[in-house]
């Protein structure tokens, strides 16, 4: 007898999603996957055939909400499947749904590796559904015009109904409130003739195409909702994935490895000053630094082993790359040290000096007089520096536990205070004048180790160790602190200003002797002052970076006296063009407010100053006021 014909299986339904507990991100059988970060009245989709190089895949999983799978086998109907089960859910929530259908258009067969012909730079967009979706693809259209890339302008054309596989189209059709809105994508990142990636074109079509995708989707938000307005940025991702902490870590790792500054510092300043001052200061003095902790070959092979792209989020993305690419400098520059290079490579981080920097600095050293700022002479030593920075440690413990940080005595720093994360490190040689202590410490503990703090508390360490660039801003910060507590006086003024004199002047080709000479000859500085300044310059064969003090400080003032807030410079150590990106990330969740405000802001005489500054009183007037 035949055997009994078995009964068709039953396709099981995936259980109804729960959004109620962070993001929702599930694995497809048949390959791909679906991610929700939050409930969101739309869903991102695509089809791909090479997820490497596919501009549509990648938009997509960037997305806040998608769902992605390949093509062939089994694919569709799982990918259905798994959609059906989210939309049932989403549906109860958001009358009005959009599907967004992201797809690569075909390549141009004709056009040989070797052709001077190019791939035809065109977007199509499509929609169908209700208002909300014609009106999201309208505000596509516009924020994809003029998009230009290599000099070359898009082109738009509307392709009618949206060409949708045959599963999604018939569950579009049998679903109600589903509108579909179809973008088709260039391939103008491809190589003629092979899959070979121009990774910038990839990276500059997606940063557009991606931002365009933000604003059609906030129009169909804004449509499907009367009377609300959304930004488009908030409506990116709320939290990072696994990966992004992961990148972080591995980024954070290497950055904690070395320690930049204390590497190219030297360990026997006052030792070399000493000799340098007895034997007439005709010869430059020689430094001796520590030994490197790490192998910069070793690191920078494990730095670029990093997969940055991983993290499935443009913004973070960037602010990784940014921090891979300045780790890779500074690495370069321990390479170089106490050679020619080092100089160099120092002009690429910290940038050689403008010429209204250099005119500002020499009209300081002319016109701000040199003598002491106050008749109080009075000196601390090592011991009263550290007693005063734990208290002011203390305090802001007391306000915010997390507020964890260290004192520590230094013999083999010059004298001074230095920072590193969350450690003051005080030089034994230190003597400084008793009514600066208190401005000196809102600078290296009010501004330095609270934004450490801040940032170290916002789930990314990148936000605490700083990201690319804050150097410039994070010293005018602190030197900004200095003024505002009425710390900031004339022979402080005249040392920012000397130390852009002497940057100027090395990257020039002067040597060690020429600007020491300048300075107590030219400048009116005693021989301490004037090694103090030359030897932090000059230190491992030339640092541009202390001409970053004076340059931040009018950054600051500037950005102060446009009216702009201080607000997002306490959330961790960020340069001023990280402002939108802070903003965007606190919009949209992923950033905390901060932990901690510097304490300095709520006094009456810094308020007071505020004011001054923001009523567009002149610089010098203000400082010297």
Request: charged share 25%.
């Amino acid at each position: 007898m035949p055997e009994p014909a078995h009964p068709a299986p039953r396709v099981q339904k995936p259980p109804a999603p729960d959004f109620g507990q962070g993001a929702w991100r599930r694995e497809l059988d048949a390959g791909g996957r679906v991610h929700i970060d939050r409930p969101l009245p739309f869903l991102v989709l695509n089809r791909h055939a090479d997820a490497a190089a596919s501009i549509a895949r990648r938009l997509a999983t960037i997305s806040a909400a998608h769902l992605v799978w390949p093509e062939g086998g089994d694919a569709d109907a799982g990918a259905v499947t798994r959609l059906d089960a989210v939309l049932a859910h989403q549906v109860r929530d958001f009358p009005n749904y959009l599907l967004l259908w992201l797809h690569d258009l075909p390549r141009d067969a004709s056009i040989a590796e070797d052709s001077t012909r190019l791939e035809p730079f065109r977007f199509t967009v499509s929609a169908s559904g209700g208002a909300a979706a014609h009106a999201a693809a309208r505000r596509l259209r516009v924020a994809l015009a003029g998009a230009c890339i290599e000099l070359r302008e898009a082109v738009i054309e509307e392709s009618g109904v949206p060409d949708l596989p045959a599963a999604l189209a018939a569950l579009v059709e049998r679903s109600d409130g589903i509108g579909v809105l179809s973008l088709g994508l260039p391939r103008i990142y491809l190589a003629p003739g092979s899959d070979a990636v121009y990774p910038q074109v990839f990276q500059e079509l997606e940063t557009l195409a991606f931002d365009a995708v933000l604003q059609a989707l906030a129009a169909f938000v804004e449509a499907a909702t009367p009377g609300i307005r959304v930004p488009h940025r908030t409506l990116g991702r709320s939290r990072f994935i696994k990966a992004a902490v992961a990148v972080d870590r591995e980024l954070a790792a290497i950055s904690a490895s070395f320690d930049f500054l204390l590497s190219v510092s030297p360990i026997n300043t006052v030792e070399a000053m000493e000799r340098y001052h007895a034997a007439g200061r005709e010869h430059a003095p020689e430094f001796r630094y520590r030994p490197l902790t790490v192998s910069p070959e070793l690191s920078k092979r494990a730095l670029y082993s990093i997969d940055v792209r991983a993290v499935e989020d443009p913004v973070l993305e960037q602010l990784f790359l940014q921090k891979q690419r300045e780790l890779d400098l500074q690495l370069t520059m321990l390479q170089g040290r106490n050679t020619p290079a080092f100089k160099y490579a120092s002009i690429i981080q910290y940038g050689a000096i403008e010429a209204p920097l250099l005119e500002e600095a020499r009209g300081i050293l002319a016109r701000v007089d040199a003598t002491d700022d106050r008749e109080d002479t009075a000196c601390v030593d090592c011991h009263a520096v550290r007693e005063a920075a734990e208290a002011v440690i203390a305090g802001y413990r007391h306000k915010a536990p997390l507020f964890k940080a260290e004192v520590c005595l230094r013999d083999d720093i010059a004298p001074g205070l230095m920072v590193s994360g969350r450690s003051v490190l005080v030089s034994t040689a230190t003597r400084m004048r008793r009514w600066r202590l208190d401005a000196l410490l809102q600078h290296e503990i009010g501004v330095h180790v609270l934004t450490c703090v801040n940032g170290g508390a916002q789930g990314l360490s990148i936000f605490g160790s700083g990201l690319a660039g804050y150097e410039g801003i994070q010293e005018g910060l602190g030197v900004f602190a200095e003024f505002l507590v009425g710390g900031l006086g004339r022979s402080r003024l005249r040392l920012l200003a000397a130390r852009v004199v002497v940057v100027d002047a090395m990257l020039d080709g002067a040597g060690f002797v020429d600007c020491d000479r300048m300075l107590r000859r030219d400048h009116g500085f005693g021989a301490r002052a004037a090694f103090t300044v030359v030897a932090r310059v000059f230190r491992s064969g030339g640092l541009a970076k202390d001409a970053i003090y004076l340059r931040g400080l009018n950054e600051v003032f500037a950005w102060v006296a446009g009216g702009k807030p201080l607000d997002a410079f306490w959330t961790g150590k960020i340069a001023a063009s990280h402002v939108p990106v802070v903003d965007e990330l606190r919009a949209r969740g992923i950033l905390r407010e901060p932990a901690v405000l510097p304490e300095f802001l709520s006094r009456p005489e810094a308020r007071a100053r505020l004011a001054r500054v923001r009523g567009g009183e002149p610089f010098l007037e203000l400082v010297q006021g």
